[in-house]
């Protein structure tokens, strides 16, 4: 890893910006300065929710002062990037590799945070998405969120099961302290019709007491990029926060989200898309390997929460999260088989012909998370311990009746002369259905954590620990007959923890920091010969510097860590149906970001990791030793904001990620690419109501390339150029 050539090469690019910005005069920029360091900070029972970073230590400790990486996407950004789906946020990130499924992967949040697969989970203000192991990934609409938080490296000691890699915090917006209703519309390429509606209103305020109240609601429909296939989402979020004096505050939320169709989710041959086929065609961005006659995706998400503060007094509070949901999906599917492509008839010159899978399942998943928490300050002469005990529980229920099948050559696919209408017989596509199973499944995870954060002067140290206890049955049936295929009792446990220590140089504005964390991941999974898997963990160092001057214009971090994974569950790359474990992955990590305010007209953010990752596979020398498929090997960022005048904000940026291995064997690799994106917002009044035209514009070139490969047949095309446009007015 070149280590330390990009080091040298980001301190000099990023000194010249610094130098800008730091002879910026500080009168200029006074009123658009955040203060977000400090020696000391309260308890504020009420604050964590409002505090950037919080999802690191589930307190208010400022970012500058925490010894781990965390980055945050506000909905200023959210919204100036037009962004519709977790990758599109998160894209200008460090350290993640986003749309490692490509374009097709729309209706789930597919993405690798330094180098590990999230695994379709995510969080929602603190709580997981739980993920039933089928097709039910679970999504929040990015017009709900007031921002996300990117937490890097291994979480479990705060939030049990999770992967080493990270955690992405999905937090949503809370009703306003005035009153005001937005109405936006939105249209663009592909067939775009959006309409958003969000109104908050304090009902009554007075010292005693309050009551606020806010409603977001969402239509979205457009074209998929896979032709024949849309894209569909209704959604309405109501919230209520009332404040019982001033130590009890209540907020209330409801779900309701429906995604009645979410584009495709094909893949594409490597023949015609990353290397040249044998005839010289190129497969088109918009390549659909499906059927229209059984291409169905319907996924609801319902859902409730609350979450409940009480304040003893300025030292000690009481928060309790809680958060229940009822999901479900029909899916029905057709499309690439993981396999070569085939000659169509025996004279054919070249092999056109994509063989295809049929897939067919209907899936539930009902499941409620907790998260109560303890904290306070007790100060021991100069030292102050912030103190935080927390329990929390995981309860989910899921079903799923599951059938795949392979079509017969009669249903072969041409790919470059497609027809996408063969299995105009519904019944008779059903029977090429082979055993359709039944899986019912229940989990339940309990966690109880400590943490100490020691301050004394500008030193901070920090520990926390945790015991989870997780328990699991499944039982797998065949559908048809009811017959027993499998059945699973799982009790496991682990103790995780976390150290880190940081001094914070308040004069330099400078913070090196270390820190050690262990993660831990408990599956209901069974090998082939259906034995169950051993829980994953992990552990990672790491080290690093933060810097933030004086005025608050410029931070800036720089972290290098060393991550192990043992007993790792991957897809089989000789059947992807089938999971096997491996006996670790090591990654070896380096990270640079940067955001600068140079004047009250430009600011700009840098980002820029390298990974190595391996994989340990002693019974099969071909792969030991290996780079996973999908990890990039680098990736940089660089967003550029100018406003000429007070009501006019440009944007550009450009994300480049760099080549990945296409197989498990590391035979090829997969090319780098370079995407640029545009944005423009105005905003004006019309008689007294402000008025706020956007457009935004995604892989502005409409470069055409290859985001992933699965193995030396199957690779995914990644998103070709959207362009939107919208008005806002609020009232």
Known sequence: MKFYSVIVFMTVWSCALFTQAEETQAS???????????????????????????????????????????????????????ATSINQIVGYTAGITPETRGSTGSRYDQLTIRGHDPKFSSYWDGLKLLYNGGYLGLQIDPFLLQRVEVLKGPASVLYGANPPGGLINQVSHRPLDYDETVVGLKTGNRSLVSATFDTSTVAWDNNSSGGKFRLLAKYNHRDGQPEHTEMERRVIMPTMELRFGDNTRLVVKALYQHDPSAGGYGMQ?????????????????????????????????????????????????????????????????????????????????????????????????????????????????????HLLFGFDIRDSSSSRITGKGVLPHDYILDIFDTNNNQLTDHAQALNYLEEIRSVETITRQLGWYFQDQI??????????????????????????????????????????????????????????????????????????????????????????????????????????????QKDVIRPDPQDPSEKISIPGLTTEGFEF?????????????LGYSELDMTQEFP???????????????????????YNPINDLTLAMGIRHVGKSQGNEKNTFTVDAYTLFDFSMSYEHRINRYPVKWLMTANNVMDKYYVSSCFNSDVCWIGSERTIDAGVEVTF
């Not at 970001?593 to 953010?605: H, S």
């Open 28 to 82: 200029e920029i006074e009123l658009d300065k955040v203060i977000v360091k400090g020696s000391d900070y309260r308890n504020s029972a009420f604050s964590v929710h409002d505090t950037e970073g919080s999802t690191a230590t589930k307190s208010a400790l400022p970012l500058l002062e925490t010894p781990l990486t965390v980055n945050i996407i506000g909905e200023e950004l959210i919204a100036l990037r037009g």
């Open 269 to 385: 041959p490597r023949e015609g898309t990353l290397v040249e086929h044998p005839s010289g065609k190129k497969i088109a961005a918009d390549f659909y390997d499906g059927d229209i006659n059984f291409e169905v995706f319907d996924r609801i998400q319902k859902g409730v929460g609350y979450q409940f503060t009480y304040a003893f007094n300025d030292q000690w509070a009481f928060n309790q999260n809680v958060n229940a949901m009822k999901n479900s999906l029909k899916l029905e599917n057709v499309g690439n088989n993981f396999s070569s492509l085939r000659k169509i008839e025996p004279n054919d010159p070249y092999a056109n012909g994509l063989v295809r899978y049929i897939l067919k399942s209907d899936e539930n998943l009902d499941f409620i998370t907790a998260d109560n928490q303890l904290s306070g300050i007790v100060f021991t002469g100069p030292v102050t311990h």
């Open 455 to 564: 301050k004394f002067h500008g030193l901070t140290l920090m520990y926390s620990g945790r015991q989870d206890k997780a328990t699991s049955e499944q039982v797998i049936r065949r559908a048809d007959t009811d017959t027993l295929i499998s059945q699973l009792e799982a009790d496991d446990s682990a103790q995780t923890n976390r150290f880190g220590g940081l001094y914070l140089f308040e004069s330099l504005g400078i913070a090196p920091y270390i820190s050690w964390s262990e993660s831990f991941e408990p599956t209901v999974d069974l090998d082939k010969n259906g034995n169950k898997f051993e829980p994953t963990t992990g552990e990672q160092l790491e080290y690093g510097i933060k810097y933030e001057n004086a005025i608050g214009n410029i931070s800036a971090t720089l972290s290098i860590f060393n991550l192990d």
């Open 593 to 605: 970001e940067a955001d600068l305010r140079i004047n009250p007209q430009w600011k700009t953010t």
């Open 619 to 641: 019974l099969e020398p071909e792969l030991d030793g290996k780079t996973p498929v999908g990890v990039a090997e680098s990736t940089f960022s660089n967003w550029w904001q």
